[in-house]
């Protein structure tokens, strides 16, 4: 039969200024005695960090400090903060930073509890094993810091697979945070292009799970629900949150990234990061992402503004953003009255507009929302040329779990298509 079951998961958010302060009390509630504390070098001098050590100390938290998380993590970042877990023997994890940090710390969480685990186990296939997690991993608190990834309300860990160039991730509900603390005030400190490319996460991800394929056209339903993915398609619950947060962006975005100040703009994209989390965490995503990981995976020379890393760095957001112009054009005759929704939501006249252009009218939105916050113009801007383009499909094709969920199906040829069109944005 068709899939007509949705499975709606997410998970537990708190949400509030200072909310930070009540993260002691909450380990003390689930008897943790050792905790692991995650971040990066940058995150360590700022002020989200010092809060929960602060917390920490107030309340005599034993911990220790892992903090060599790598900003677009990779295979082997994600073993060295397994192996750092392995040894600590820790009953609760929390993890403080964006999708980079929460993803390494969910990936420390799997294997650590899963001692005897090959790496490759559960990886997605084609590129990993693909196999489900049946143990029940220990308690996990995400602290965001960014509005873009969502990290915090799915259960999704992402890397760069080096040797092969190619993103891919680890996808499970069991690898889903216990509990996310949504704080507002842990966005102040984020630069403008931060701000800006977390935010193009958050728009890409409420179109491209508001557009995916309807959850009730999908091929059949799993034997067992062990197996049901945790990307249903696009389904009335998800279109729900997917819209919200599209809401949310077109309202807040330009004023949270231009003045780092308005915490009413970084507050309600931060809120707006966790809507449109919760709506493609049971949706899914497609396109954007599925072409993003090659996009940021074969990187050479590129080193993005704000960001402090010691590595050539395309950020997720960004790389997901600059296809988005042409992927809405293209999956555009497919469900239509979506598109032209999208867009009005985004500021765009749709009144007479006809049908058939709503995938067009959708882009030009894009591009014009984009051009107003500084993208860079396509993927030449970020150092890729036509030569790139076979190389950048290669790293799309393994990206089925994502890209099967597109509304339109789609060859080789499409991808080259879109990728070409993506050269120049404006």
Known sequence: HSHTVKNMACSN???GEGVTKELSMDLQNMGARNVCLMTDKNLVKLPPVKAVLNSFSKHNINFKLYNKVRVEPTDASFKEAIDFAKKGDFDAYVAVGGGSVIDTCKAANLYSSNPEADFLDFVNAPIGKGKPVTTALKPLIA?????????ETTGVAVFDFEHLKAKTGIASRALRPTLGMVD???????????????GFDVLCHALESYTALPYNMRSPCPTNPINRPAYQGSNPISDVWSKHALH???KYLKRAVKDPGDLEARSSMHLASVFAGIGFGNAGVHLCHGMSYPIAGLVKTYHAKDYVVDHPLVPHGLSVVLTSPA???FTGPMCPERHLEAAAILGANIRNRKRE???????????????????????????????????????????ERVTKL???PHTEEDLTNLFEASMKIY
């Open 327 to 329: 992927v809405f054009t």
């Open 248 to 250: 949310i962006l077109a």
């Open 406 to 408: 597109a509304p339109r």
């Open 143 to 151: 602290v965001p810091t960014t509005s873009g990834t969502g990290s």
């Open 13 to 15: 958010i708190r949400y």
């Open 357 to 399: 252009d709503a995938g067009l009218i959708l882009a030009d939105t894009l591009r014009k929302f984009l051009f107003e916050l500084d993208v860079d113009d396509g993927l030449g801007a970020v150092g890729y040329t036509k030569d790139d383009i076979p190389a950048l499909v290669k790293g799309t094709i393994p990206q």
């Open 184 to 198: 507002p005030l842990h966005t102040l400190h984020l630069p403008q292009r931060v701000a800006a490319n977390s």
